[in-house]
């Protein structure tokens, strides 16, 4: 059973940054695609980044563009997201998620899940 566990979440006013790490207890890590995704209240969840296997390819949604860096650490088991100026529209619970690939399809839901971290930016 894979587990993922999020960490890094927390308040920030606009403007700021939060790093996001994400991790994995899966020996088949470094063989997977890793992606971050968020839900904000009353809405549905929506894809943020993904990253392939070895890292070598990196996708994000538009409205994070230039502001968020997804990146991963094989030999730690770790996924993080970077995210700088921040924005109270960014405020969600940020989830990463895995799936048996190597680069992320977001037609396709993620084979396992995180619990989430919850991202707070005040105006």
């Known amino acids: 059973q894979v587990q993922l566990v999020e960490s890094g979440g927390g308040l920030v006013q606009a403007g700021g940054s939060l790093r996001l790490s994400c991790a994995a207890s899966t020996r088949t890590f470094s063989l997977n695609a890793m992606g971050w995704f968020r839900q904000a209240p009353g809405k549905e969840r929506e894809f943020v980044a993904a990253?392939?296997?070895?890292?070598?390819?990196?996708e994000y949604t538009g409205s994070v563009k230039g502001r968020f860096t997804i990146s991963r650490d094989n030999a730690k088991n770790m996924v993080y997201l970077q995210m700088n100026s921040l924005k109270p529209e960014d405020t969600a619970v940020y989830y990463c998620a895995q799936q048996h690939r190597a680069y992320y399809d977001t037609g396709r839901e993620g084979d396992y899940w995180g619990q989430g971290t919850l991202v707070t930016v005040s105006s």
């Open positions: 990253i392939s296997w070895t890292g070598s390819t990196t």
